[in-house]
């Protein structure tokens, strides 16, 4: 009778030689010998893919298989192999990246040589069940010659190949899908940015569908909170568990952008003010999208904004852009509540672009829509002519945070939306006229147009007059950092500016 041995049945005839005793005592080259030379030669030192399939055979001839060290043998070998400095492999392995030789596959150099990755090893690796993957990557990491991040790959590809994060998992499979996610997380590297931090929020979405321990979900989080800086808001969007009230898990992200405000007040040199500004952005794109959720509570809306409201922003149009979302799918927010999410916008750092959309936004109470014109109007006020820059506040302009604690009713009782239309035409009118001006033009055009901008300025004060009456009668902001001047009450010196243009026009006029 003749025997083939192959990786597929070496194993198996391995434990039936031992079983039946067939050593070298009994006669000279008996099977046990010849098995083990075979084992030595053609598969632990030879063939890469061959380890491989040893391995996974073993599985189900324990303890046999133990007690005779093939599983030790095998993963020995595998780690070997792994361990090797890629322009010393020679041998054949699968990698999820390779393409054609004419292909754009960076790995091919030029010639036609290809040039062996770092990570060439981890798709043959996806092969294994997870207890067998889980020594490989134990011994590969004991002989310290393969980075973290090389390993963090590995973790990757297998998560990927065989975690169904975003698909439908049945009941009977969720205890085997928890104990692979949790030996996954057990075996993450220990070093920050080792993975991406978007494999990790995966990891996370897949912790929360599957309802695992909360160890692991905790160290997952803490990874993340490091690495925050890295997300996406796409990453953020992580579905809440089936019978909760709201679409996205707002209070799973509040929990990390908490973890991240505590490690960067507990160490200064945590995060740059770069990345608390990233952050930043990211929270303002998160809470765009969380908004379209109708049944998403202001006071989370609020919570999460202002957990980061201390961080640099350049421009405050992500938060506006947030606001506006929520404002437009939460119609029948309150007054006080839309005075309570709009203090959350610093009107300052708008752009150019979103103060025209803000000034044009019937959703945002008046109160804001017109404060978001005064601070556009400032920062063109030298383009403007005198009597227009009188109007304007001088000093720090405060904040929409600073000047929204009156009540909305002061604020919407008696304006009318053509009021505000007739304040922006007026300025546009006094700005156009004021260009051409500095184009060119004769004295005497100058003199009447310095009229009619006198006349005009007034018309635009009455209208400001009108805007913040009820604002003065319930006096100045109590905040003793950001309170803004009324509009109402011109100064001595603004009033007497006014006169001086006046008189000098008079002389000029009777000429």
Known sequence: MVVTLNAYNVVAARCAAEYLEMYETLEKGNLVYKIDVFLTSSIFRSTWKDSIIVLQTTKSLLPWSEELKIVSHCLDSIATRASVEPLRVDWSYS??????????????????????????????????????????????????????????????????????????????????????????????????????????????????????????????????AEQLDEATTGDLLIRCPTG?????DVDLVRDLIERFVMMEHSDDDFASEAS?????????????????????????????????????????????????????????????????????????????EACSHAVQ???????????????????????????????????????SRSTTTNSDDDWEGNQTSEELKDLKGELASLRLRNNNNVGGGGNNNNINNNGDDIIKSKKVKKVFSRLWSNKERQGENSSSDTT????????????????????????????
């Open 95 to 224: 990698y999820n990246n390779r393409k054609t030789e004419n292909g754009s596959d960076p790995h091919w150099k030029t010639g036609g040589v290809k040039k062996v990755p770092r990570d060439w090893w981890v798709e043959d690796l996806c092969e294994l069940q997870i207890d067998l993957y889980k020594r490989v990557i134990t011994t590969i990491r004991s002989k310290e010659r393969v980075s973290e991040g090389v390993i963090g790959e590995s973790l990757k590809a297998y998560a990927l190949k065989r975690l169904p994060i975003f698909g439908n998992i049945q009941g009977g499979d969720i205890v085997k899908y928890k104990y692979l996610l949790d030996t996954i997380i057990w075996l993450l590297p220990k070093e920050k940015n080792c993975v991406t931090c978007s494999f990790l929020l995966k990891l996370l979405q897949a912790s929360v569908v599957l309802e695992s321990g909360e160890t692991g979900r905790r160290e997952l989080m803490r990874k993340i």
């Open 244 to 248: 909760e009230s709201t679409v996205c």
């Open 276 to 352: 608390k500004a990233k952050v930043a952005r990211l929270v303002d794109g998160y809470l765009a999208e969380a908004a379209r959720d109708s049944s998403l509570p202001l006071s989370k809306f609020v919570d999460l904004a202002e957990m980061v409201s201390g961080f640099p922003r350049s421009s405050h149009d992500g938060i506006y852009r947030a606001i506006d979302m929520y404002l437009k799918e939460h119609a029948s927010l309150s007054k006080s509540d839309k005075k309570r999410i709009c203090r959350l916008m610093d009107c300052r750092k708008l752009s150019p």
């Open 361 to 399: 936004n019937e959703r945002l109470p008046l109160r804001v829509v017109v404060q978001v014109l005064f601070f556009e109007q400032s920062r063109g006020a030298h383009d403007l002519p005198g009597p227009v820059r009188a109007l304007l506040p001088r000093g720090s302009y405060g904040s």
């Open 484 to 511: 803004s001047e009324s509009f109402a009450s011109t100064s001595a010196e603004e009033k007497n500016e006014v006169a001086v243009k006046v008189k000098v026009l008079k002389p000029v006029q009777r000429k």
